[in-house]
């Protein structure tokens, strides 16, 4: 396993991904744990995986598995960060989020004061959260230890919103979902750290219903949820799990991460400090989400048609475009340059140039699109 590991990061650095690393999957630790080496009848400490968060001995042997892997591949460069406790959940705690913000500040002060100490330098670090928790157990203090607990560097939780993203019966209807729960998350974060989905995917479709999306359906599901997280001021596209047989992405996924990797060019990132603006552009095409985010000089906007899905939950081609006119807040007085962006191409579209007054909304047209259109907006 360890060999496995070894050519994993091997292979990442000569193509150039980056790994989040988590030291577990517990979804399977606590479906297999009879199979696994910290239970009790196999010779571990732990009687019960509910006391997984709890437990001295089990605290100390998971530090031990963390160290392992700092100093076998804390010093490369192909290591992005740290998922200190994938999905942490009450059911770890004896049914309390209590404990999660002592245990995660254990777990972070271990791993940071090892790789000081070994490397002179600490990798980013974050704690994921099954995002429907927050809805299903309002009344136990999740929300602090994930989106503000101060050891952590950015914020993540899982976006399988029930009914939209874990069962999806069109591509808009996700995207929607998605624009609003990076919208709510951001909401929770009061000092600035970065956001990210870091798991999200047709769950209860494929591991519920047996069913494995159409290539061509998934592709649109796919590319519309990256673009509504990233325009909604979530970093990045978010990350997938497949959930589809062969459990990896389709060509056509990888398609449309090369569009958006495209569209990121356009952006100055050093000087880009966002905030969600979705609830506040105004449109004057009501049948068109907005997704939207931006500060002072900089803008992303992603408008997708929301009343030309077809049978086949897929958005029409044979309709005729809009061009719908924009109205943004918030961007200083001054000239700016406007890019279109064509997210199916992965090309750009046209330029042009607005004028910005600060006492008044922005106007920006869009351009004529038939789907949906991406638009970067920047400050000369």
């Not at 700092?70 to 490369?76: L, M, P, Q």
């Not at 939950?313 to 109205?327: E, Y």
Request: aromatic share 10%; proline share 6%.
């Amino acid at each position: 396993m360890v060999r496995l590991w070894d050519d994993l990061f091997a292979l990442c650095e000569k193509v150039g991904l980056r790994i989040l690393l988590t030291p577990f999957d517990t979804f399977w630790m606590w479906l297999h744990w009879r199979h696994h080496p910290y239970n009790r009848h196999n010779g571990g400490p732990l009687a019960h995986p509910s006391r997984f968060l709890l437990d001295e001995a089990v605290r100390a042997a998971i530090k031990n598995r963390l160290a392992f892997a700092v100093e076998r591949w804390g010093g490369s460069g192909v290591l992005f960060g740290w998922d200190l406790w994938n999905e942490i959940h009450p059911a770890h705690a004896e049914e309390s989020a209590d404990g999660f913000a002592p245990f995660i500040a254990d777990l972070s002060q271990h791993v940071r004061a090892l790789e000081m100490r070994l490397y002179g330098r600490s990798h980013l670090q974050t704690v994921s959260l099954f995002g429907p928790e927050l809805l299903w157990r309002p009344h136990l203090p999740m929300a602090e230890p994930i989106f503000r607990h101060p050891n952590l560097d950015f914020a993540t939780i899982h976006i399988y919103a029930e009914g939209t993203i874990d069962d999806p019966r069109n591509t808009v209807d996700p995207a929607i979902a998605m624009g609003r729960i990076v919208r709510e998350s951001l909401a929770q974060i009061h000092d600035g750290r970065p956001f990210l989905d870091t798991e999200h995917g047709p769950i209860h479709s494929f591991k519920d219903r047996h069913i494995t999306l159409p290539a061509s359906f998934d592709d649109e599901y796919f590319r519309h949820l990256q673009w509504a997280h990233l325009a909604s001021g979530g970093v990045g596209g978010g990350m997938r799990w497949p959930n589809r047989h062969p459990h990896r992405l389709t060509a056509g996924m990888r398609a449309a991460q090369r569009s958006l990797s495209g569209f990121l060019r356009l952006i100055d990132w050093n000087r880009f400090r966002r905030r969600n603006l979705s609830q506040d552009v105004d449109i004057s095409e009501q049948d068109v989400a907005v997704f939207a985010c931006g500060d002072t000089e900089q803008a992303i906007v992603w408008c997708l048609r929301t009343n030309t899905i077809a049978e086949n939950g897929q958005l029409r081609r044979d309709v005729r475009p809009v061009s719908p006119r924009l109205s943004l807040p918030g961007l200083r007085a001054g000239r700016y340059s406007v890019t279109a962006w064509d997210t199916e191409a992965g090309l750009l579209r046209r330029t042009c140039e607005v004028t910005a007054n600060s006492s008044m909304l922005t106007k920006v047209e869009t351009g004529p699109f038939i789907a949906d259109i991406a638009l970067v907006l920047r400050r000369f």
